[in-house]
């Protein structure tokens, strides 16, 4: 790798390595575990001790330690798209579909517990975790956006400077950032002239690190998928990312689900969806199309459309819509029927 290269990307660790954070999907979280606490003390309230006792058993075996857990490694892959190249055969339209993933990952994540997939804005992603750690593959069609991206594992903030290795029979970088007892390793290549690709996973060494990384394929495509639908968007908006978190073990396949929208302007705003049923919001007091919705704050708005909440973000990195508009959107949610069917989506 030339000494250009090297130079830029000891410049980018530095600056990732302890930089902000997109706090939309933070937020989200947040709420979302909000949401399960308040259910749990509602049940708790109901039924008593015993009903204490299975809430929390419910709540502990979630995310169970030890092995791989039972459960189709299926339920974390997105729907294939059949007739749609792969990466390796159409490398400049990786990022530029937000509804097409250009790339496959079943030995990735065969022993994963959950799966986030994201496709758009000029690049596509998984992120997984399960009982060995977690890990982060990204493809794109230049370096500087992979420079861009926000480093999501935790480590101390100390990379080490890259060197050589080779993916395969492609030429890359790999350095490492120490996390607690562990290594996380970071892997960058080229799988086919024209796209960069980074694998972020916690390796022994530098053999391990790059051999986790030649299990991404690159000759099929997968759909982005969510349980829903945006029938109005803003005038001259498009959908701009699509985000989906499936679930191995819990009993809806799907967790968050996003479409970020917006225009050439650089306007956009983020409407996400959690599968919860019997969630009890207050009353709404906004009109969104045959729905009611109500404020969370002066840049949220949520309402129940059962089995789904759906919150709309209105701002991205400063620039967003007014609240008149993100209600239009919202008026437009149309939920999927079978919320744990990803494949008719």
């Known amino acids: 790798m030339s000494d250009d290269l090297d130079q830029r990307l000891t410049a980018t660790l530095q600056r990732h390595a302890g930089g902000s954070v997109d706090p939309t999907p933070l937020v989200a979280q947040a709420r979302l575990l909000g949401r399960r606490s308040q259910r749990r003390r509602r049940g708790l309230a109901a039924g008593g001790a015993l009903a204490?006792?299975?809430?929390?058993?419910?709540?502990?075996?979630?995310?169970p330690p030890g092995p791989a857990p039972d459960g189709p490694a299926g339920r974390l892959a997105l729907p294939q798209a059949p007739g749609t190249p792969g990466a390796s055969a159409r490398p400049e339209a990786v990022g530029t579909d937000p509804g097409i993933v250009h790339f496959t990952t079943e030995a990735l994540v065969s022993s994963a517990e959950t799966a986030t997939w994201r496709a758009g804005r000029g690049v596509e992603s998984v992120e997984f975790q399960g009982p060995s750690g977690a890990a982060r593959f990204a493809l794109a069609r230049s370096v500087e956006t992979l420079d861009q991206l926000?480093?999501?594992?935790?480590?101390?903030?100390?990379?080490?400077?890259?060197?050589?290795?080779?993916?395969?029979a492609r030429p890359g970088t790999a350095w490492f950032d120490k996390s607690d007892d562990r290594q996380l390793w970071f892997v960058r290549w080229q799988p086919v002239d024209?796209?960069?690709?980074?694998?972020?996973?916690?390796?022994?060494?530098?053999?391990?690190a790059t051999a986790t990384a030649t299990l991404v394929r690159f000759d099929q495509a997968q759909r982005c998928v969510v349980p829903f639908r945006l029938e109005a968007l803003p005038t001259g908006g498009r959908l701009l990312e699509c985000?989906?978190?499936?679930?191995?073990?819990?009993?809806?396949?799907?967790?968050?689900a996003s479409l970020v929208v917006?225009?050439?302007?650089?306007?956009?705003?983020?409407?996400?969806?959690?599968?919860?049923?019997?969630?009890?919001?207050?009353?709404?007091?906004?009109?969104?199309?045959?729905?009611?919705a109500r404020r969370q704050g002066s840049e949220v708005l949520e309402m129940v459309v059962?089995?789904?909440?759906?919150?709309?973000?209105?701002?991205?990195?400063?620039?967003?819509?007014?609240?008149?508009?993100?209600l239009t959107v919202l008026g437009g949610f149309q939920g999927a029927r079978d919320?744990?069917?990803?494949?008719t989506w």
């Open 52 to 63: 204490a006792c299975a809430a929390l058993a419910v709540a502990v075996v979630a995310l």
């Open 150 to 168: 926000q480093q999501t594992l935790s480590s101390a903030g100390q990379p080490q400077p890259p060197v050589d290795v080779r993916v395969g």
């Open 194 to 208: 024209g796209l960069w690709a980074q694998l972020d996973s916690y390796a022994a060494d530098r053999d391990e």
């Open 243 to 256: 985000s989906v978190t499936l679930h191995r073990v819990e009993p809806t396949p799907v967790g968050a």
């Open 262 to 292: 917006g225009d050439d302007s650089g306007r956009w705003l983020t409407v996400r969806t959690h599968v919860t049923p019997g969630y009890e919001a207050p009353p709404g007091d906004l009109v969104a199309g045959p729905y009611r």
């Open 306 to 326: 059962e089995p789904y909440v759906v919150e709309a973000f209105l701002r991205g990195w400063g620039k967003g819509y007014p609240e008149s508009v993100g």
């Open 339 to 343: 919320p744990a069917r990803p494949d």
